[in-house]
């Protein structure tokens, strides 16, 4: 696997197939040209004991600091663990959810399916995020959270003459 040596694995780790370390994009803007270029990272990855890590997961190593999976977490399908991400111990992260970067998650927090979240937001612990949520701003401890959205916006006419 790619990138091992930036890696402190725990006892018990599963990995699914296609799984695997990305590399953080940390863009610095020149103040003379007004170009962004990109930065170098320093960063590396911390995965404690008991973790799963479905298929097609991607962790992304520490631009800063260090992207940290708690013990007996659970990481589904398609899911992916932003630079910098802090997720404390029994986090589930469901399907397809994207955590952008130095986003931090408490213990026994579950954030289900298709669930995006801002960089840099904190969910607090045991709480449950909703499927489909767009979280930007912070949520307490014990929330539980969904976007609220509309039901029928109207008859789909697309597929009529
Ligand atoms: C957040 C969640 C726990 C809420 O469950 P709940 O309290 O039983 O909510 P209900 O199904 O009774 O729905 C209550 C209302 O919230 C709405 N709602 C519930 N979850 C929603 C969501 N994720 N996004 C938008 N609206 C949602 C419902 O449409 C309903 O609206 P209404 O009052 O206008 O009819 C649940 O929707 C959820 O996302 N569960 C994820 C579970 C999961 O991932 N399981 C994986 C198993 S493999």
Redesign the pocket.
């Known amino acids: 696997m790619l990138h091992e040596d930036k890696v402190i694995q725990g006892t018990n780790v599963f990995w699914g197939e296609g799984s695997g370390f990305g590399l953080p994009l940390l863009l610095e803007l020149d103040p003379e040209t007004k170009t962004r270029t990109r930065k170098s990272f320093t960063g590396r990855v911390v995965i404690g004991n008991r973790v799963h890590i479905g298929n097609n997961v991607t962790i992304v190593l520490g631009g800063y600091r260090t992207t940290k999976i708690g013990d007996d977490c659970w990481i ?1 399908h398609s899911a992916n663990i932003g630079h910098d991400t802090v997720l404390g111990d029994r986090v589930v992260v ?1 399907n397809g959810v994207i955590l952008l970067g130095e986003v931090e998650v408490g213990e026994d927090t ?1 954030i ?2 298709g669930t995006v979240v801002k960089p840099k937001v904190r969910i607090g612990e045991r709480c ?6 767009i979280i930007t701003e912070p949520v307490p401890d014990d929330a ?6 509309d ?1 029928v916006i109207r008859r789909n006419q697309f597929w009529e003459e």
């Open positions: 589904n469901g579950y289900a399916a449950m995020i909703g499927i489909g949520s539980l959270v969904y976007t609220k959205r039901g």
